[in-house]
C-alpha cells in the first residue's frame, strides 16, 4: 500500500513532539536556569504539536539569551527556534529571524544548524512569499541531507511535494510524495498531507497510487537527481511566467 492512503498515519502523536516538549521542559525545571539550548528545542517541539501561541510565548527573550552566551551555535539555534515559533503567526518575523541566523550559521561553519534554518526558509518562502527562493532554499536543503545521509531528507522531500502541488505540477509533485511520506514528515511537514488528499482528488486514485508507487521505490540517489531535475523545470517555467 502507498504511503498516504491510511488516515491514521497522519496523526501528530506518531512523530511525539509532544513528548519532546515534556522531556525538555522536565530539563528546564531540574536545571532552575535558562539554558538557552533545551528552551531552544522546547520551543521547536511546540511548534511542531501545533502548540503556536505556548512557542511564541517560550520564545521570548530567548535570541537576547542566546547573544549573552557569545555562542554562535547558540544564537543560530535560539534565531531558527524564533522562526519556527513565529512561521504562521508572523511570516515576516520569522523569515527576518531566520536569515540573520543562516547568516550566522553559515560565517561559523555551522553546517547542522545551517541546514535546519534552511528547510525552515523553504517552507516559508513556499507558502508566503517568492517561489523562487523557495526552489533555491529547497535544493541546498536537499543538497546538504543528501551529503551527510541523512534519512531526514524526506523531510524537505515532503514540502517539495507539497510547494509543486500549489504550482500545478500535480505528477512530479505524486511521484516525490510517494517516497516522501512518514508518519514522522507528516508531523514535521503537515502540507504533505493536505497535499497527497488534492493529489488523489485532480490525479484520480488509480493515477495517484501509480506515480506514488513509482517515487516509494525510488533510490534516495534516484529520488536527489529526480527532484533536482522537477525543480529545474519549475524554475524555468516560474521565469517564463514572470517575463
Known amino acids: ?48 504539536a501545533g502548540s503556536g501561541g505556548e512557542a511564541m510565548d517560550c520564545a521570548d527573550g530567548l535570541i537576547e539569551a542566546a547573544e549573552a552566551t557569545g555562542n554562535p551555535m547558540l544564537l543560530a539555534l535560539a534565531l531558527g527556534a524564533y522562526g519556527m515559533a513565529f512561521r504562521d503567526a508572523d511570516p515576516v518575523r520569522a523569515l527576518k529571524a531566520l536569515g540573520r541566523g543562516l547568516v550566522i550559521a553559515q560565517d561559523s561553519g555551522n553546517r547542522y544548524t545551517e541546514t535546519l534554518l534552511v528547510g525552515q526558509l523553504f517552507r516559508l518562502e513556499a507558502n508566503y512569499r517568492d517561489p523562487q527562493a523557495a526552489l533555491d532554499y529547497a535544493t541546498m536543503t536537499i543538497r546538504n541531507y543528501h551529503d551527510a545521509g541523512n534519512a531526514l531528507i524526506r523531510a524537505p522531500l515532503a514540502l517539495l511535494a507539497a510547494f509543486f502541488d500549489r504550482l500545478g505540477r500535480y505528477q512530479p509533485a505524486a511521484t516525490i510524495a510517494g517516497f516522501a511520506f512518514s508518519p514522522m514528515t507528516a508531523t514535521i511537514e503537515p502540507e504533505i498531507s493536505t497535499a497527497i488528499a488534492h493529489l488523489r482528488d485532480v490525479l484520480g486514485e488509480a493515477t495517484y497510487e501509480s506515480l506514488a508507487r513509482k517515487g516509494e521505490t525510488m533510490t534516495t540517489a534516484k529520488m536527489v537527481t529526480y527532484a533536482y531535475d522537477q525543480i529545474d523545470q519549475a524554475r524555468t517555467e516560474l521565469d517564463a511566467v514572470s517575463k
Open 1 to 48: 500500500m502507498v504511503h498516504g492512503r491510511r488516515r491514521s498515519h497522519l496523526s501528530p502523536r506518531n512523530g511525539q513532539p509532544e513528548r519532546l516538549a515534556e522531556l525538555c521542559r522536565a530539563q528546564v525545571a531540574r536545571r532552575r536556569d535558562t539554558h538557552v539550548h533545551i528552551r531552544g528545542w522546547l520551543v521547536g517541539a511546540l511548534a511542531l
